[in-house]
């Protein structure tokens, strides 16, 4: 779009757009001359070249305008034949010169009120919608023309105009054929507005005849004779100065220049949302995969380190999952060495069973040291199933964090046998810590079972110093309240190692399983990962075609809206 602040040039082009206009028209003749709709595109270019394309035959350059005639005339006929149909499909011509701005002009079907031999009784119908659905647009900027040697009350183009502009803000009346008109009569009325006002004043032009057109008359020589028309006709003297095609292009330019100009604040702020939406895409697509096997180990370690930290953001609790460990240690693990039920496992009978089986063939004399040890054995080693059972769950919510992380970081989402590959080696790894842990963790249980705290057992033997009798028989201390005595011991010394458990299993536990993730839950993949070829490093980036040329088309629009919101912006600081 053109600056505001380069009027002249803009009415200068718009010249050489008449120009290039009259030099691409079909020659005049009776009937519909414009059959299809005419998209004409003006490109401006550096350069002193000119030159042509259309859509229909693309990669050809039309430097001669008489073949760009013949190519519109033959492509009207290949859609509507060679009879006198229409088409609403339309005709794409771009023209490429350094005399142009860019701007679209569109040329469509005259209106018709009849349809004539050769065209279906729809044709008149049809024309009016197709005309309707190019001028209904509010940026398309309407030129209403009429026969000046018709009666205005019947123009089609002033009444189809009233419609979709009431207000007369877009609409241009053009009035041709004014030197045509019958002797006796003159146009003065409508061009000053008392016949039919428009917002706009009214322009007359004079056109070549279809014998300047066969004649080959250039545009310089109809110029000068429209401006001596309008200059020594004493009907229109007094109009000459608003009159004529020149006058046309200028009033054009000042209302497209003010239109710009109203445009601009919208247009600033549509482009700077559609950069903002194309710049969030393009982020979460991701960036291009480069094409050295460095660029690509490079790119697959950055995706790993964005994933490894949201991994540790989990497990810190940045974001949430890591407090579910805690759970495991505060409530489930407590709970389940509750459910062990200790007391039961030192009744009366069970007591008993193990005193005598632990003294074999000669009873003890004084304390039954190997029979509490064997209670406290089986007590303690029951221990080992909360123990692991604590281990596989925090295994399990570790597995669950890796789900949340790889679904967490969208780079992963580009790659998907790298996402598979990033998983799996995390989960081996954490197979890996998990039997560590396991190991580590039983070996405290079994550190327990294997040495007893001896202090706490040194005041269980002083029957004699409180008055017992060493002399009753030796089967007196298999009476119910010495067994209940060593039972309540046994319960005591497991509640006391219990206690510890509780305390320094959670700590095995972080140290194996949760803390060596955080430091090197994907360091196998990392060594392994440094040794592969690039052939394999392009496997695991093996990105969707479609999601490819998808970031390609962003960034080829991201940088053409940039470009139009850099120009947009030099132009309202120019006003």
């Not at 701005?101 to 018709?112: A, F, M, R, S």
Request: charged share 30%; proline share 5%; net charge positive.
């Amino acid at each position: 779009r053109p600056s505001p602040s380069s009027a002249a040039r803009v009415r200068a082009n718009l010249r050489c757009w008449r120009a290039l206009l009259e030099r691409i028209s079909c020659p005049g003749a009776q009937g519909i001359v414009t059959r299809r709709p005419l998209v004409l595109q003006l490109h401006r270019i550096d350069g002193d070249r000119e030159y042509a394309e259309f859509m229909h035959v693309p990669r050809k350059r039309f430097t001669d305008f008489a073949m760009v005639r013949k190519e519109i005339a033959d492509e009207t006929d290949r859609q509507t034949g060679h009879g006198k149909g229409i088409s609403s499909v339309p005709i794409h011509l771009s023209i490429f010169s350094p005399n142009v701005v860019n701007l679209t002009l569109i040329d469509l079907p005259g209106l018709t009120k009849v349809a004539v031999e050769g065209q279906p009784e729809s044709i008149v119908q049809e024309i009016e919608n197709m005309v309707r659905a190019f001028i209904e647009k509010p940026n398309c900027i309407i030129l209403a023309v009429s026969p000046a040697n018709q009666d205005l009350a019947t123009s089609d183009a002033i009444k189809i105009s009233r419609e979709v502009d009431p207000k007369g803000e877009r609409t241009f009346g053009v009035l041709t054929k004014i030197d045509l008109m019958d002797k006796g009569t003159d146009a003065v009325d409508i061009l000053e507005g008392r016949a039919y006002r428009l917002q706009f004043p009214w322009i007359g032009v004079v056109n070549r005849s279809q014998q300047d057109i066969n004649k080959s008359v250039d545009m310089i020589a109809a110029r000068r004779r429209e401006r001596d028309y309008f200059a020594n006709t004493p009907e229109y003297k007094h109009l000459a100065h608003r009159m004529g095609s020149e006058h046309l292009a200028k009033s054009l330019s000042k209302h497209l220049e003010s239109v710009i100009k109203s445009r601009i604040p919208g247009l600033q702020s549509l482009i700077t949302k559609t950069v903002a939406e194309l710049e969030t895409e393009l982020t979460r697509l991701g960036k291009p995969i480069a094409n050295d096997a460095g660029g690509k180990l490079y790119t697959i370690m950055e995706i790993c380190r964005m994933f490894d930290g949201i991994y540790k953001e989990h497990l810190d609790g940045v974001r949430p999952g890591g407090e579910k460990i805690y759970h495991v240690f505060d409530n489930q693990f407590p709970v389940a060495i509750k459910r062990l039920q200790f007391d039961k496992q030192l009744s009366m009978e069970n007591v008993r069973k193990l005193i005598t089986e632990a003294d074999g063939y000669q009873p003890h004399l004084i304390a039954p040291e190997q029979g509490y040890r064997r209670l406290i054995e089986s007590c303690l080693v029951s221990i080992r199933g909360p123990a692991e059972a604590a281990v596989d769950t925090v295994h399990g919510i570790l597995k669950e964090l890796v789900h949340k992380a790889i679904n967490e970081t969208h780079e992963l989402k580009q790659f998907p046998t790298l996402r598979v590959e990033v998983g799996n080696a995390a989960f081996e790894s954490l197979e890996r810590m998990r039997d560590e842990s396991k190991k580590n963790t039983l070996k405290l249980v079994d550190m327990e079972t294997s040495y007893l705290t001896v202090d706490f057992f040194r005041k269980l033997p002083q029957d004699v110093e409180k008055g017992g009798n060493p002399s009753h028989s030796i089967f007196d201390r298999y009476n119910d309240s010495y067994l209940r005595r060593i039972g309540t011991t046994v319960l005591a010394y497991v509640n006391m190692v219990s206690s510890t458990l509780r305390n320094s299993i959670p700590k095995s536990i972080v140290y194996c399983q949760v803390r060596e993730a955080k430091r090197s839950l994907l360091d196998h993949f990392f060594t392994e990962l440094g040794a592969r070829e690039i052939r394999q490093l392009s496997k695991l980036l093996d990105e969707d075609p479609a999601v490819m040329e998808r970031r390609t088309n962003l960034a080829k629009r991201l940088e053409l809206y940039r470009s139009a919101q850099a120009e947009i912006d030099a132009v309202a600081w120019s006003k």
